[in-house]
């Protein structure tokens, strides 16, 4: 990868999110996309601005997730040798509703795996970031920020009740096996937070390609592990719609994914 490519990518999305996402917050309209998910005119601008700016560092497709599903298929053929997977805003609905917590995502992928991952929150100006071989890290401090317990039932959760299977959803609200969860509403975040150690452990029954792509690999360089609801490895299965089992250490990995197995 050439030299200095990592900086170039925080560098820009840092000035997107100055110049194009908090200039909005908490005053912009906002409407509904045909699968009632929220977006608003700071999505747009952010992701044309981080698509011109992205292109300008290396000149491959920008998959964003404000496209159409025809836009995605074609662009994820067109980038197997390069490819840069954006989300412009996650956590639009808290964006909308002055929840200060929301971020912005650029994932550059080769192969259909990602090797460099930068999640910024604009709100707490902080970045999180990772490239492949190089660990994990936020403005400068290597992650995870601190030790996680040894045990499960010591965890905070990351847990999305509302994608998860109802079975399994029923056991987690009745019978939990961590010690408390969390729900806040920005997966690109939640991968961050659990490769921090902010989080332990994560469950979550669906995401797209743009909410894990950037994640998944600042989580893995911070030593975590991440699987799916049925125990498959995480990259094999649809891209598309992608359940999450995560954990920062391989030990709690197995636990947690073991507990889960049980029930879904």
Known sequence: ??????DQVIRAVREVGRAEVMPRYLKCAHARKDDGS????ADVAA????TERLRAILPYPVLGEEMDDAAHQRLWREGRDGLWC??????????VSG?????????????GRTVLGVVYDPQADECFYAEAGQGAWVDGD?????????????????????RLPKSLSGRLAAEHPYSSQRNLGASTLDWCYLAAGRLQVYVHGGQKLWDYAAGWLILH????????????PFWLGDIW????????????????QSWIGTVA
Not at 38 to 41: A, H, K, Q, V
Not at 47 to 50: G, H, K, P
Not at 221 to 232: I, K, N, S, V
Request: proline share 8%.
């Open 47 to 50: 992701q044309q601005a981080l």
């Open 86 to 95: 954006v989300d412009p805003i996650d956590g639009t609905t808290n964006f």
């Open 142 to 162: 290597r992650l995870p920020l601190k030790t996680p317990p040894k045990k499960l039932r010591r965890c905070i959760a990351g847990v999305d009740f509302k």
């Open 1 to 6: 990868m050439p030299s200095g490519v990592l």
């Open 241 to 256: 719609s992608h359940s999450v089992v995560a954990a920062l250490t391989p030990e709690l990995h197995a636990e947690w």
């Open 38 to 41: 929220l977006f608003t005119e």
């Open 99 to 111: 929840m200060p917590f929301f971020a912005m995502s650029i994932a550059l992928m080769r192969q």
């Open 221 to 232: 360089e911070a030593g975590g592990l991440a699987g799916t609801l049925d125990g498959r």
